[in-house]
Nanobody
Framework: QLRLVESGGGLVQPGGSLTLACAAS????????IGWFRQAPGKRREGVSC????????YYAEYAKTRFTISRDDAKNTVYLQIVNLKPEDTAVYYC???????????????????WGQGTQVTVSS
């Protein structure tokens, strides 16, 4: 059974850093596109970054290009999202998701992913 479990969230002061982890089971992360998304209170879920199955091509939402870094550890079957210089507007539940339909690129569209983790809360506040 395909499963994704996020971890690493928490309460962080502005300017701090976090590394979120998305641990996969039931499949290998290098055979699926993996995306990170976030949903702030009262807002729609939005794409942050994704990494393709083949060749590990990486894409970022425009707002995420300078402070977010996605990476994949095939040995640990885990995908990470590092966030630096956290801002209050980064407060959200962060989700990872898997998409089996794309090999050489990945999508930032929520509707293209059908397997989701439960999310991890990131709160940025002083």
């Amino acid at each position: 059974q395909l499963r994704l479990v996020e971890s690493g969230g928490g309460l962080v002061q502005p300017g701090g850093s976090l590394t979120l982890a998305c641990a996969a089971s039931g499949f290998t992360v290098n055979s699926y596109a993996i995306g990170w998304f976030r949903q702030a209170p009262g807002k729609r879920r939005e794409g942050v970054s994704c990494i393709s199955a083949r060749q590990g091509r990486i894409y970022y939402a425009e707002y995420a290009k300078t402070r977010f870094t996605i990476s994949r550890d095939d040995a640990k079957n885990t995908v990470y999202l590092q966030i630096v210089n956290l801002k209050p507007e980064d407060t959200a539940v962060y989700y990872c998701a898997a998409d089996a339909s794309r090999d050489y690129y990945c999508s930032g569209d929520v509707d293209d992913y059908h397997n989701w983790g439960q999310g991890t809360q990131v709160t940025v506040s002083s």
